[in-house]
C-alpha cells in the first residue's frame, strides 16, 4: 500500500465532485504511463541466521525490515513516518516517483514511477533489486518474489507498525475466514494504466476484469502453504475469495454496458469504511457506511470523538483506496490479479496489460473478444483458476483464449512501436503449453527438493 500523503480537506457538497475525483485521471494518450507495483517476502538467511531461526519473515526491528528501510535512507531516499517508526521510503533526484512501501506482514513493496516504456519498467525492477541487494545482505536477509508465504503459519508472521494495518487487523476476521493471510502471506505485482475519457475507462474496465482471471492463471505462483503443497496453483487468489466480498471480487456491474465514473462511485459508497484521517491520524471507522455519513449526517462512531465530523473530498479519496475489486479504479486502473513472481513474469505482466489495454484499435478488438462469452463465464473462472491455473475449464480451453489473448497483446505492443514485444515471452511460453511458475516449483517439491519447501529460498531474487 502506498505512503500516507496529504489530504484535501474540502467538505464534500455534491456528488459530482466525487465523480470529479475519478475524472480527474483523464488524459489523452501521450500521456499515458505504466506503474508497476510487486511485494516480496523477506527471510532470515540460514548461513546467516546467528541465533535467529532459519528462514523466519524478518520482524520489524532489530536487523528486520525497519532497519533495511533506514539502511536505504538518504538523499535519493527520504524516510516516511507512521509516528515515530519510519514505514516506507519516498524516492528523490533519479528515483522520483517511486516509493518503497511495506505491507502488513513487511512484503517489501516497490511502487514504481509512472513511466512511458516498458524497457523503463524492466530497468526500474532490476534497478530495484540491485539497490536493496547489499543492505539486505549485510543484515543477513534475503527475498522472495512468490504470491503466497510458503513456509510459515499465519500466527508466524511479524506485523509492521502500521496504524492503517491496526484497524484492518481487528476487522478482517468479522467479515471472511482469510483476510489476515491476505494481509500477512499473499505477495502481488500490480500494474496501474491510464484512460482518455469515461467510454475508454469503461472499455478497459471490461476487459481487464473479464480477463483478470486468465492472467492470475498465468501468473499462478503460489502453490506451498506451511511448508507444503496444499493443492492450489495460486492460494493467493483462493485467499481472495473469502477476505470481505464487500470489496473485492468481479461486481457485475463494472462489466455493464452504463458502467461509468458515476456507477463506480455509487459502488464504493456502500464499501465499508476502514478509517479517517484526523489531526494527522488513522481513526478507525471500520463498517460505517460513507453513504449513510454523506447522505444521512451518520457520523461514524469513531469520529464521534473528533470535531472535524465532515465527509471531506480527502476522506472520498482515502476511502478509494480501501476497495479491493480485481480492476481498481482510482485516477488510473489497477490490475489486481496477479500472485508476484520472477521479475521477469513481472514485466511481462505489465508488458500484457499495456500491450492490450493501450492502443486503441487492440482494445476494441479484446472488446469483441471477451464479449464472445456471457461475463457469468468469466466469474466461473475466477473460481476455478486457484485450484487449477491453466487447466481451469473454459469453452474451447483456457490456453487458447491465452494464446488469442498474447496474439492481441502482442499486435498493441508493436504498434506502440517501442520495440517492447520481447516482454511478453514469458508469458507466451506459458499459454504455448509450458509450465506455470507454481507448476515449476511443484515439480521440483516433487522430485529433486525431496518434498522439502525450503529449497525454494535458495531461488531468492536477492
Ligand atoms: N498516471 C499514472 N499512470 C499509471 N500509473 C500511475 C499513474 N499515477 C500513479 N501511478 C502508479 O500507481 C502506483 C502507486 O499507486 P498508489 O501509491 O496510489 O498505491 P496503491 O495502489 O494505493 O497501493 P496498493 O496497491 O499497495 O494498495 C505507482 O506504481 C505509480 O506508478
Ligand atoms: N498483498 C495483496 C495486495 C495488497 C494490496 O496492495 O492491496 C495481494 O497479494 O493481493
Ligand atoms: N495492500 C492493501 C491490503 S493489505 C492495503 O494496504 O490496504
Redesign the pocket.
Known amino acids: ?2 505512503n500516507p500523503g496529504t489530504t484535501n480537506s474540502a467538505p464534500i457538497e455534491n456528488r459530482a465532485q466525487l465523480v470529479e475525483v475519478l475524472m480527474r485521471g483523464n488524459k489523452p494518450q501521450r500521456q499515458w ?5 510487486h511485494e516480496k517476502f523477506g527471510f532470515v538467511r540460514p548461513d546467516m541466521a546467528e541465533g535467529r531461526t532459519p528462514y523466519a519473515p524478518p520482524p520489524y526491528m532489530p536487523r528486520g525490515i525497519g532497519a533495511l528501510l533506514e539502511a536505504l535512507s538518504g538523499p535519493d531516499w527520504e524516510p516516511i513516518y507512521d509516528g515515530e517508526a519510519v514505514i516506507g521510503l519516498k524516492g528523490a533526484n533519479t528515483h522520483k516517483g517511486c516509493s518503497i512501501s511495506l505491507e502488513p506482514a513487511g512484503q517489501f ?1 516497490l ?4 513511466l512511458e516504456t516498458l524497457h523503463e519498467t524492466d530497468q526500474e525492477m532490476r534497478a530495484h533489486f540491485d539497490l536493496i541487494r547489499g543492505p539486505v545482505k549485510e543484515l543477513g536477509l534475503g527475498f522472495v518474489p512468490v504470491g503466497f508465504q510458503p513456509l510459515w503459519g499465519r500466527g508466524d508472521m511479524p506485523w509492521m507498525p502500521k496504524s492503517r494495518y491496526a484497524i484492518m487487523r481487528r476487522y478482517m476476521p468479522t467479515v471472511g475466514a482469510l483476510g489476515l493471510d491476505m494481509m500477512t502471506r499473499s505477495s502481488t505485482v ?1 500494474v ?3 484512460f482518455s475519457d469515461e467510454a475508454d475507462m469503461a472499455r478497459k474496465m471490461r476487459v481487464s476484469l473479464a480477463l483478470q482471471p486468465l492472467v492470475s492463471a498465468l501468473m499462478a505462483n503460489s502453490p506451498f502453504v506451511e511448508g507444503k503443497a496444499n493443492g492450489y496453483l495460486s492460494n493467493r487468489c483462493r485467499i481472495w475469495t473469502d477476505t470481505d466480498n464487500a470489496r473485492a471480487g468481479q461486481p457485475p456491474l463494472f462489466f455493464a454496458d452504463d458502467f461509468s465514473f458515476e456507477r463506480y462511485v455509487d459502488w464504493v459508497l456502500d464499501v465499508p469504511m476502514y478509517f479517517v484521517v484526523r489531526d494527522g491520524k488513522n481513526v478507525d471507522v471500520a463498517g460505517a457506511s460513507f453513504r449513510r455519513w454523506l447522505e444521512n449526517g451518520e457520523v461514524p462512531e469513531g469520529l464521534k470523538a473528533y470535531p472535524d465530523q465532515t465527509p471531506t473530498i480527502g476522506d472520498f479519496e482515502d476511502h478509494l ?1 480501501t476497495a479491493f475489486p480485481d480492476v481498481r479504479l ?1 485516477q ?1 486502473l ?1 490490475m489486481r490479479g496477479a500472485d508476484a513472481g520472477s521479475p521477469q513474469m513481472m514485466v511481462a505482466h505489465s508488458a500484457l496489460w499495456v500491450g492490450l489495454l493501450y492502443d486503441p484499435a487492440t482494445l476494441e478488438a479484446a472488446e469483441r473478444l471477451v464479449r464472445e462469452l456471457d461475463w457469468g463465464v468469466y466469474q466461473q473462472l475466477r473460481a476455478d483458476v486457484p485450484k487449477l491455473a491453466m487447466d481451469a475449464p473454459f469453452p474451447g480451453a483456457l490456453r487458447a483464449l491465452a494464446r488469442r489473448v498474447l496474439a492481441l497483446a502482442e499486435q498493441g505492443l508493436r504498434a506502440r512501436a517501442r520495440d517492447e514485444a520481447q516482454f511478453l515471452a514469458p508469458l507466451q511460453a506459458i499459454a504455448d503449453g509450458g509450465p506455470t511458475q507454481a507448476e515449476h516449483w511443484l515439480a521440483l517439491y516433487k522430485g529433486a527438493w525431496g518434498g522439502d519447501v525450503r529449497p525454494i529460498f535458495q531461488h531468492a531474487e536477492v
Do not use: V, W, Y
Not at 33 to 37: N, S
Not at 111 to 114: C, E, I, K, L, R
Open positions: 500500500m502506498s504511463r505504466i506503474g508497476t507495483e513493496e511502487s514504481g514511477a509512472p500490480q496501474n494504466l491510464d483506496t482510482k488510473f489497477e
